[in-house]
Nanobody, 116 residues
Framework: VQLQASGGGLVQAGGSLRLSCTTS????????MAWYRQASGKERELVAR?????????ADSIRGRFTISRSRDNAPNTVLLQMNSLKPEDTAVYYC?????????WGKGTLVTVSS
C-alpha cells in the first residue's frame, strides 16, 4: 500500500487547510485510515482516525476544529482532513496511514505551518 498526502502549506492563525490522502497499490481490506502529526522536537501523535465503517475518533487538542472524512466522490481509501481555526501549535508534519491486516502503512508527510 502506498499513500500520498497533499494539501499542506502556510496559513495564518484562524485559517483553514484541507489535507488529502490517496492510496494506491494493493488497497483492499483497509480497516482504517488516520492522520498523525509530528511537531519539531515532539513525539508523533494521532490526530484523527476513520474506520471502514465510518467511525471517527479525534485527539482532544483538535476536536471540534478538524474533521476527517472520506472523499465526496467516495473514492476508495481516500481520506480528507479539514482543518479549521488553525493555531500555531498545529504546526507540524502531517502523515496519513492505512491499516491493513494489522499493519500500518505510512506515507510521506506534508508540512503544515500556522503563523501567528
Amino acid at each position: 500500500v502506498q499513500l500520498q498526502a497533499s494539501g499542506g502549506g502556510l496559513v495564518q492563525a484562524g485559517g483553514s487547510l484541507r489535507l488529502s490522502c490517496t492510496t494506491s497499490g494493493r488497497v483492499f481490506n483497509i480497516l482504517s485510515m488516520a492522520w498523525y502529526r509530528q511537531a519539531s522536537g515532539k513525539e508523533r501523535e494521532l490526530v484523527a482516525r476513520i474506520t471502514s465503517g465510518g467511525t471517527t475518533n479525534y485527539a482532544d487538542s483538535i476536536r471540534g476544529r478538524f474533521t476527517i472524512s472520506r472523499s465526496r466522490d467516495n473514492a476508495p481509501n481516500t481520506v480528507l482532513l479539514q482543518m479549521n481555526s488553525l493555531k500555531p501549535e498545529d504546526t507540524a508534519v502531517y502523515y496519513c496511514t492505512a491499516r491493513q491486516y494489522g499493519v500500518d502503512y505510512w506515507g510521506k508527510g506534508t508540512l503544515v505551518t500556522v503563523s501567528s
